[in-house]
């Protein structure tokens, strides 16, 4: 059984769309992270979510909204989708969100905007 | 802002060769993490390194945690094809428990 789990893999779309990305986790865990890896690898966090709060937000463009609808649960909302959205996006969960926590990530989504 | 800088970018290396890769954080950090990325893949969690000092050993890997606490290296003795990926460090502070990242260092086995 996979720990964190995210869809789709793939998300190949047209400037201008919304999309959405999905994410669970069943590791019992209370804080959910959204990460967006750029072409060069560097790993920027977005949201965070504890327990389906929102912890940290990021300066990230207002098109971009996560929702949580239970802790096991934390999914991103694009609109109006643009050239530079497209990145891999990871989901990624942790204990509690304290301190000394290890993260673990789903397998990302591709996100290709043409 | 508080930073994490990550050296070198890339790194070629004949297999069985060393490499090392090399963090250093603006501020103290209270703990350094490392992360290991296969190329297509996720991060996966290696190790944690919480005090002054501490050096930790995973087969051919070693981990190590600067005295002041504000800087971390991993090193691979004899890479093998199996290390290629990117590598991260990434700390938190006492005063946030937000994970710092570095940029990461990719390891290139050169054929």
């Known amino acids: 059984d996979t720990a964190v789990s995210q869809t789709p893999k793939y998300l190949v779309t047209q400037m201008g769309n919304d999309k959405s990305i999905k994410c669970e986790q069943n590791l019992g865990h209370d804080t959910m992270y959204w990460y967006k890896q750029d072409s060069k690898k560097f790993l920027k966090i977005m949201f965070s979510?504890?327990?389906?709060?929102?912890?940290i937000n990021e300066t990230v463009p207002n098109r971009f909204s996560p929702k949580s609808p239970d802790k096991a649960h934390l999914n991103l909302h694009i609109n109006s989708l643009e050239l530079g959205d497209s990145a891999v996006y990871f989901c990624?969960?942790?204990?509690?969100?304290?301190?000394?926590?290890?993260?673990?990530f789903g397998s990302g989504t591709q996100l290709s905007v043409l | 802002g508080q930073q994490v800088m990550q050296i070198p970018q890339y790194q070629h290396v004949q297999e069985g060769e060393d490499f090392t890769t090399y963090c250093n954080s603006s501020?103290?950090?209270?703990?350094i993490q490392w992360y290991k990325q296969r190329p297509g893949g996720h991060p996966v969690f290696l190790i944690q390194l919480v005090k002054s000092g501490e050096v930790k050993k995973q087969k051919r890997l070693t981990f190590q945690f600067g005295e002041a606490k504000k800087n971390s290296s991993l090193h691979i003795t004899a890479t093998q094809t199996t290390d290629v990926g990117t590598y991260f460090c990434a700390g938190q502070t006492d005063s946030n428990y937000q994970l710092i990242w570095g940029a990461g260092t990719k390891l290139i086995i050169k054929p």
């Open positions: 990624a969960s942790s204990q509690s969100g304290t301190a000394n926590e290890k993260l673990f």
């Open positions: 979510y504890n327990n389906k709060e929102l912890i």
């Open positions: 501020t103290t950090l209270s703990n």
